[in-house]
């Protein structure tokens, strides 16, 4: 709604017309609530770029856990053989070799690799999460804020409307004489100053309605009423139960813990002096080879085949000394061994920075828990707050119901109980002031302790 105030002075006599010109479509439209506006927060532009996150996250994770393609190998080749004494390639050999290597599993590296990927996506998962709750919150403070803000309009207009009121009779009491000019001076004061409170809270409505259409993406130049946000949050777990919850879904401490992990990991991945074997089977027959491998360190198995294709030139066989074999088959171990001193060096480096992280993690866990604490400090204000609010407000209500009581028998004017009824509604939004504070400070305590996906459920 856009409200347009036009002040007339003139003769020392001062007329105000207030005009209201509500901006709406065709028909009436029923009011706006909170729940209407959930929808909203999945398309918000942080949770959309950690939706994103996880998506790619759980694409590594894919990727990491793959052991690769089967490789295979085509090579021809061409023999040439001449005896003693012989013509030049006397024997001319077309072969042709086929090697295929069949990965079977993870390497230490890639098992870490693997692991440090799914904590990854545990990662993303915690972020997304954060991320719309953060939306949540933000969409609530915002509504809340535009919800008080229509509200506010209609205390300031009984608040105008009991200062018109006032101006109207001290205006009749200066007239017969019974006033005096500073009281008549002093009403128009009243009436100028609720008018440029009415002012500054049709801005400051308008200004409200703009963010919360921004972080709704609802239609901002058509303004809709706004139904009264939940106030029904259960109350806050202790500070010690908050920090413990907060130390284990904390996206930015877990994801600390999770480098610790992985330096861990890769400390554990680097081989010392003795590294796993490769075995070998090897079969030679009939002017053919075939070989058999298997790398226990990097699960591997390798084929390899070789035979003739084609043979020119006379029989040479006969004149090789090995000529009598038919076939062998051979077995063979690889043991790998090295001086390990590179792995000594690699694991003084890794836990020197492992402990840097340890003592980065410690003190974000100590800001932590004292943010934690500070916030709900101000949620117990917050509450009491409402105590002092719900106490002002009982004095309203009694005030109103004395004047009203004294206007049934005459004793009170109706300027009177304009202004008790101004001075009760401005009461009762004070109250609504304090409970929607007292909720978002809810919302913030639950947000730092990352304990919101606890308190709010709206799927």
Excluded at 20 to 29: K, Q
Excluded at 37 to 66: P, W, Y
Excluded at 136 to 161: G, I, K, M, P, T
Excluded at 179 to 202: I, K, M, P, Q, V
Aim: hydrophobic letters at 40%; charged letters at 25%; proline letters at 3%.
């Amino acid at each position: 709604m856009e409200y347009i105030i036009m002040t007339i002075y003139g003769n020392k006599k001062l007329l105000t017309f207030l005009m209201l010109f509500v901006v709406a479509g065709a028909g009436t439209l029923p009011a706006l609530s909170f729940e209407d506006l959930l929808s909203s927060i999945d398309e918000s532009h942080g949770v959309k770029e950690a939706r994103f996150v996880l998506e790619t996250s759980v694409d590594q994770l894919s990727l990491s856990l793959f052991p690769g393609d089967a490789r295979m190998s085509l090579s021809p080749g061409l023999d040439l053989t001449s005896l003693k004494d012989g013509d030049f390639a006397e024997q001319r050999e077309i072969t042709a070799a086929v090697n295929t290597s069949i990965p079977l599993g993870l390497n230490p590296s890639g098992r870490a690799a693997a692991e440090t990927a799914r904590e990854a996506v545990f990662l993303a998962e915690l972020e997304l999460e954060t991320a719309r709750y953060n939306a949540y919150v933000d969409l609530f403070a915002a509504y809340s804020a535009a919800w008080l803000a229509q509200r506010e309009l209609e205390v300031l207009e009984s608040e105008l409307e009991a200062a018109g009121e006032e101006l109207r009779i001290v205006q009749n009491l200066f007239n017969s004489g019974s006033a005096s000019l500073n009281d008549l001076n002093d009403a128009e004061d009243e009436l100028r100053l609720a008018e440029a409170d009415l002012l500054t809270g049709t801005l400051a409505q308008r200004l409200s309605w703009l963010e919360l259409a921004f972080f709704a993406d609802l239609n901002q130049a058509r303004e809709e009423s706004l139904e009264a946000p939940a106030s029904n949050f259960s109350e806050l777990p202790k500070p010690p139960d908050l920090t413990a919850w907060a130390l284990e879904r904390s996206p930015s401490i877990r994801s600390q813990r999770d480098q610790i992990n992985a330096l861990e990991r890769e400390l554990d991945a680097r081989r010392g002096m003795v590294s796993p074997p490769t075995l070998r089977a090897d079969f030679s027959g009939w002017e053919q080879n075939a070989s058999l491998s298997y790398n226990m360190d990097n699960p591997e198995l390798g084929l390899s085949y070789s035979f003739p294709l084609e043979s020119y030139g006379p029989d040479l066989s006969s004149s090789n000394s090995n000529a009598d074999k038919t076939w062998e088959l051979s077995f063979s171990v690889n043991i790998p061994f090295n001086t390990g001193v590179d792995t000594k060096k690699e694991q003084e480096l890794g836990q020197s920075r492992i402990a840097q992280i340890e003592a980065r993690l410690a003190l974000m866990e100590d800001t932590l828990a004292l943010q934690i604490r500070s916030l709900y400090q101000q949620y117990l204000l917050a509450e009491d707050a409402i105590s002092q609010a719900q106490r002002a407000l009982d004095f309203a209500e009694m005030t109103l119901q004395t004047v009203l009581d004294r206007r049934d028998s005459g004793r009170a004017t109706a300027a009177e109980e304009l202004s008790a009824r101004a001075y009760f509604q401005r009461a009762l939004f004070r109250q609504e002031q304090a409970v929607s504070a007292r909720n978002i400070q809810i919302l913030k305590t639950s947000q730092a302790a990352f304990w919101l996906q606890e308190l709010v459920l709206w799927e």
